[in-house]
């Protein structure tokens, strides 16, 4: 069974610094493209970055852009995502999420099979 299982969030203040991790397993081989997208109460699922892990392409919402960073370490098999210059606008459950390949839909919950908990994350101004 394929499990995505984050970890890192909580709670600081704006302008804090959090790194929220997702580790893999029961996936026979390496997913080619890893996510993070995050959810507000009553809000859409928003997309938050990409990480192309085959041809290490990264991609991030503009929201994000220049504050976060994904990376992957693929000793352990988990995809990181450092969240620098935390806002109030920023809290949200940050779930991870995984697929075989980036196709068109790689920054759209539409292109990922699978998912993880989520974690929280709380900014307070």
């Known amino acids: 069974e394929v499990q995505l299982v984050e970890h890192g969030g909580g709670s600081v203040q704006a302008g804090g610094s959090l790194t929220l991790s997702c580790t893999v397993s029961g996936y026979d081989g390496d997913f080619g493209c890893m996510g993070w997208f995050r959810q507000g109460p009553g809000k859409e699922r928003e997309w938050v970055s990409t990480?192309?892990?085959?041809?290490?392409?990264?991609f991030y919402a503009e929201a994000v852009k220049g504050r976060f960073t994904i990376y992957r370490d693929n000793a352990d098999n988990t995809v990181y995502l450092q969240m620098n210059r935390l806002t109030p606008e920023d809290a949200a459950e940050y779930l991870c999420?995984?697929?075989?390949?980036?196709?068109?839909?790689?920054?759209?919950?539409?292109?990922?099979?699978?998912w993880g908990q989520g974690t929280q994350v709380t900014v307070s101004s």
């Open positions: 990480l192309n892990t085959l041809r290490y392409f990264t």
């Open positions: 999420a995984a697929s075989p390949m980036c196709g068109q839909e790689a920054f759209n919950p539409r292109g990922f099979t699978y």
